[in-house]
């Protein structure tokens, strides 16, 4: 059974930063996708960043609205993905999951355009809130 948990979520200033962390269990694969969605109240989901992985080589997408300022990343290890966020603005509160799925290079990239419909499996959950 697939079992995805967040955490690194919390409050922060207009600037600051946070690191959040998805932990997967039960999912495995050689091609896989994972990801970062958001929603804020009343508003859709909406894509951070996507990380389809082929073995260990990885290809990260990001919607030009965090480009440049978050970092998708993954420990194999530890079976951890990471969302590395700075310079974070208060349109990015809202409640950020993680999500997962074996799907195509092509639908990993272009998932992070869409409120990520294509994925299987999902965490619960982490509150990112930025005061100005």
């Known amino acids: 059974q697939v079992q995805l948990v967040e955490s690194g979520g919390g409050s922060v200033q207009t600037g600051g930063s946070l690191r959040l962390s998805c932990a997967a269990s039960?999912?495995?694969?050689?091609?896989?996708?994972m990801g970062w969605f958001r929603q804020a109240p009343g508003k859709e989901r909406e894509g951070v960043a996507t990380?389809?992985?082929?073995?260990?080589?990885?290809?990260?997408a990001y919607p030009d609205s965090v480009k440049g300022r978050f970092t998708i990343s993954k420990d194999y290890a530890k079976n951890t993905l990471y969302l590395q966020m700075n310079n974070l603005q208060p349109e990015d509160t809202a409640m950020y999951y993680c999500?997962?799925?074996?799907?195509?290079?092509?639908?990993?990239?272009?998932?992070?355009?869409?409120?990520?419909?294509?994925?299987?499996?999902w965490g619960q959950g982490t509150q990112v809130t930025v005061s100005s």
């Open positions: 039960g999912y495995t694969g050689s091609s896989s996708c």
């Open positions: 999500a997962a799925g074996q799907i195509s290079y092509y639908a990993c990239e272009v998932s992070v355009q869409t409120s990520g419909g294509v994925f299987t499996y």
């Open positions: 990380l389809f992985a082929s073995g260990k080589t990885t290809y990260p």
